[in-house]
């Protein structure tokens, strides 16, 4: 599965990584250069952090799963618990 940005999310990461070499770097990078390195990223780095999400998502998830149990436990059969308190006599 390759790693895909929606468009404007992709123009939005070219001029990211442009603005970055303006301020970071010696040279500036053009458009196309700056596509490269994302497409490069998204096919080498990306999937790293991509499968740490899915592991972090995971475990979150497991973790309130867990916990359901605690959260939302009713005692069963109470209805006669009410009654089982002496009663006062006038």
Same mark, same amino acid.
């Given at each position: 599965m390759s790693i895909e940005l929606p468009e404007d999310a992709r123009t939005q990461a070219i001029a990211s /990584?442009?603005?970055?070499?303006?301020?970071n770097m010696d040279e500036p990078i053009?458009? /196309?250069?700056?596509?490269a390195l994302l497409g490069f990223f998204l096919e080498e780095i990306a999937p790293a952090v991509y499968n740490q999400a899915i592991v972090d998502a995971q475990d979150s998830l497991q973790a309130r799963i867990v916990e359901l149990d605690i959260d939302l436990? *009713? *005692? %069963?059969? #109470?209805?006669? $618990? #009410?009654?089982? *308190? %002496? $009663?006062?006599?006038k």
């Open positions: /990584i442009q603005r970055y070499f303006d301020t053009g458009n /196309i250069a700056a596509g436990h *009713e *005692e %069963p059969f #109470k209805y006669w $618990r #009410k009654y089982a *308190e %002496p $009663r006062r006599r």
